[in-house]
């Protein structure tokens, strides 16, 4: 009985000493705000008028005046709606933690060295170019659209003019998609070892619609349903997860993979997924009860990029042994062990390892490129070279075709697009697609060739 005493003793003591614990903005209350809040409270998608993004915005409050008092109203349902609006509540001991905060006076700790310097209400200012990772033309072929830090940026598609800089929540966006009637462009990418997020914008309007975060890491690999209604993307704590457009809500957490996913693709009637990742393969989802199918391909080496052809149910695939793949997502016959029977074509090996794929308008070529001294064009009816287009050196991270077919952009380390003429293979425009300060836009500059 003495024992129980004691250890029920030692038990409440260090119960107290833990709520007389200082609880840290930065370390425990600014990661619940960035999982929980930040989606529909931020510069871009002020619900309410306030921003959470930074300690100050929270602070300041919104319409209904400083968050401090009110934040723990609504978490507890005190308040109606409840927040985090239309999600699940936040478990007891989130909440616990935002209200000691809060009571202890709502102090941030945050340090010199962790303080942001551009918040995600200013444009950034550049001093360099950033890597680019992401590009993706309009449908109607007017608009391209550029990752940069912490924002889009759209240009005329033949880069002569900025015309708008979408500023959002995440340092890094890794992937960008058009909706088929080009309406809303889907941004998916995130701030490392802290969130990831989807970014549905309003084109026309240059309007943050929703935001969506997804794990606490930053995301690769975004790809829209045929239909728009859906949002296939990898994760690097090894899951698939598939949103609703128009909600941001997660209709599935796939756990198929053992590795990060790195890239997805719908099928042409939007009723199957493939993703790749470094796990190897090529897996075949069904995108209705998100339940595994097979492996596409047979597995050889970790894979990193996915391309659906435009017209047919085909996927291109690469990754680290440099060898493009083209398979089909149903497989002829029966399935084997170390069966390899949906491969179509298997084109050469490049100098180094595939980052990004793309398809042409018509499907009838592909462009491979990465850490290769060039974007390499095929034939995909022979496999033969078609053409090539100059890469940067530290390579290319991304590319796609202009929608009339006779242009490739490509992005990468040096942060300058390139666009070529892939039936002459010349250069016809190279330029930094982030305004630079005016002491270096002078060096930094392109023009047409």
């Known amino acids: 009985m003495g024992c129980r005493i004691y250890l029920l003793g030692v038990a409440a003591g260090l119960l107290s000493a833990q709520t007389k614990t200082p609880v840290s903005y930065f370390r425990q209350v600014r990661p619940i705000l960035e999982r929980h809040c930040q989606g529909c409270h931020q510069p871009a ?27 723990v109203a609504y978490l507890e349902g005190n308040k109606t709606p409840r927040m ?24 941030d700790d945050t340090p010199a060295e962790a303080r942001e310097t551009t918040t995600a209400g200013q444009p950034p200012v550049y001093h360099l170019p950033p890597v680019i990772t992401a590009l993706a033309y309009s449908p109607d072929g007017s608009v391209l659209a550029v990752s940069g830090y912490r924002e889009v940026l759209l240009h005329r598609a033949d880069g002569s003019h900025l015309e708008a800089r979408l500023v959002g929540a995440a340092n890094r966006i890794q992937s960008l998609a058009f909706s088929p009637d ?88 939007g009723k199957r997924i493939v993703s790749v990742g470094r796990d190897r393969a090529a897996k075949l989802i069904d995108a209705s009860s998100g339940a595994f199918i097979e492996n596409v391909n047979l597995l050889r080496d970790e894979l990193s990029a996915i391309v659906r052809h435009p017209r047919r149910d085909w ?63 095929y034939d995909l ?13 530290g390579g290319i991270y991304t590319l796609v075709f202009h929608p009339g077919g006779e242009q490739l952009a490509t992005g990468g380390f040096d942060g300058r ?29 392109g023009g047409s060739r």
């Open 84 to 107: 985090p609006f239309g999600l699940p509540p936040l478990a007891g001991d989130q909440i616990d933690l935002v209200r000691r905060w809060v009571a202890a006076g709502a102090a």
């Open 315 to 377: 996927v291109l695939i690469g990754g680290q042994d440099r060898v493009p793949y083209l398979y089909m997502m149903d497989r002829p016959r029966a399935m084997k062990i170390a069966d390899d029977t949906t491969l179509v074509r298997k084109f050469e090996a490049q100098a180094g390892p595939i980052v990004a794929l793309a398809f042409s308008p018509d499907g009838n070529r592909i462009a491979v490129a990465g850490a290769g001294p060039e974007a390499v064009i």
């Open 417 to 445: 697009v390139r666009i070529c003429d892939t039936r002459a293979g010349r250069l016809v425009q190279d330029f930094v697609p982030v305004p630079l300060e005016k002491q270096l836009a002078s060096r930094q500059s």
């Open 182 to 269: 080009g309406k809303r462009l889907i941004a998916a990418g995130g701030t490392p070892a802290r969130f990831g997020e989807v970014q549905i914008w309003d084109v026309a309007a240059r309007k943050l619609e929703r935001s969506a975060r997804v794990s606490s890491d930053t995301l690769f690999g975004a790809a829209l349903a045929p239909d728009g209604s859906r949002i296939a993307v990898g994760c690097s704590d090894n899951t698939l997860r598939v949103l609703e457009t128009d909600t941001g809500k997660e209709i599935h957490k796939l756990t198929h993979h053992e590795n990060w996913v790195l890239g997805a693709v719908f099928g042409i009637d």
């Open 381 to 393: 009816r022979t496999g033969e070279r078609a053409g090539a287009c100059p890469a940067p050196q």
């Open 45 to 71: 998608s002020r619900q309410g008028e306030l921003d959470m993004t930074t300690y100050q915005g929270f602070k300041t409050g919104g319409r209904q005046g400083p968050a401090q008092g009110l934040v």
